[in-house]
Every structure is written in structure tokens, then in C-alpha cells.
């Protein structure tokens, strides 16, 4: 597990060079109770293995590519690749682009 406090740590005064662009969000917001997190496009990379989730959707690539509906299949059960090939094009679109902006490690 880890937690990325990044962004909140750059909110502060806090100089940090940086040779990545941070994707965080600032939860300060959040935890004084003054504002709530807007939905947005969550990425995860690890090694060869990636996932991008929006709302209640899942692409991800562990070995084999799949796509998920995690409100009707939360355990990740039901691959839905062939039948939705639109989504899963705009989410790998969506990985290629958040890694060229953030980099690989």
C-alpha cells in the first residue's frame, strides 16, 4: 500500500524539484471539511502491470488486457474487453497520455 502525499506536501511552501509532472490532489481540502474531491481518471503503474479506472469502470493489463463494470461486477469477474472496444480504446488512450506526462517510474 502506499499513500501519495505529494500533492499536498507542494501546496505547502515547500520547494521540491521535479522532473515529472505530480498527478496528486491536494486532500487538504478534504480534511479540514471545507470542499469535496470532484471525480476524476485514477492510473495506477506498476512494472509491466496498469490499470486506469473512471467512474465505475476499470481498464487494466496484468498479463491480459480487461475491462470491468465494477458497479454490476465488483469482484472483477465478467471481462467486458471484446464487447465495449470504444471504452477500452479511450482508456489506453487515456494510459499513453498520463504516462507521457508523468513518466514510468
Given at each position: 500500500?502506499?499513500?501519495d502525499w505529494s500533492s499536498d506536501v507542494c501546496s505547502s511552501d515547500l520547494k521540491i524539484p521535479l522532473e515529472h509532472e505530480i498527478d496528486g490532489q491536494d486532500l487538504w481540502p478534504l480534511l479540514?471539511?471545507?470542499d469535496h474531491l470532484p471525480q476524476r481518471t485514477l492510473h495506477w503503474l506498476f512494472?509491466?502491470?496498469w490499470?486506469?479506472?473512471?467512474?465505475a469502470w476499470k481498464l487494466m493489463q496484468e498479463g491480459d488486457l480487461a475491462l470491468f463494470d465494477l458497479?454490476?461486477?465488483p469482484e472483477?469477474?465478467?471481462n467486458l474487453l471484446s464487447r465495449y472496444p470504444d471504452r477500452v480504446a479511450t482508456f489506453t488512450h487515456l494510459h499513453?497520455?498520463?504516462?507521457?506526462?508523468v513518466g514510468r517510474k
Open positions: 500500500y502506499q499513500c479540514s471539511g471545507t512494472g509491466e502491470s490499470a486506469v479506472r473512471h467512474g458497479e454490476h461486477d472483477e469477474k465478467n499513453e497520455e498520463w504516462i507521457a506526462k
